[in-house]
């Protein structure tokens, strides 16, 4: 299984931008698909989770509102960015239901994409 997550970029406070995950094969089959990030000197942090229905969508209280998550690919519509959203995005794959805010759960991840965010 591989992840390959695309779609970060440099933009100014308040601009969009959008993540998407491309799973490989497509029909892997996955419980949840998150979105982590790790801002420059910190740890990883949760972002967003889906699950594979996509009747559940889960937001880290610093995004609600802003970010919005979709099953398709998983992608992640970034809205009103702000520095502090600044930091290496990495989507992952929980495949055996377990706490999702833990990224130590996620059986898979993507290699990361850049996000950075100037004033």
């Known amino acids: 299984v591989q992840l390959q997550a695309s779609g970060g970029g440099l933009v100014q406070a308040g601009d969009s931008l959008r993540l998407s995950c491309a799973a490989s094969?497509?029909?892997?089959?996955?419980?949840?698909m998150g979105w982590f990030r790790q801002p420059p000197g910190k740890e990883r942090e949760f972002v967003a989770a889906?699950?594979?229905?996509g009747a559940n969508k889960y937001y880290a209280g610093s995004v609600r509102g802003r970010f919005t998550i979709a099953r398709d690919n998983a992608k992640m519509q970034m809205n009103n960015l702000k520095p502090e959203d600044t930091g290496v995005y990495y989507c992952?794959?929980?495949?055996?239901?377990?706490?999702?805010?833990?990224?130590?759960?996620?059986?898979?991840w993507g290699q990361g994409t850049q996000v950075t965010v100037s004033s």
């Open positions: 992952a794959a929980l495949v055996n239901m377990r706490d999702i805010y833990d990224p130590r759960n996620y059986e898979y």
């Open positions: 094969p497509r029909t892997f089959n996955w419980n949840f």
């Open positions: 889906i699950r594979y229905s």
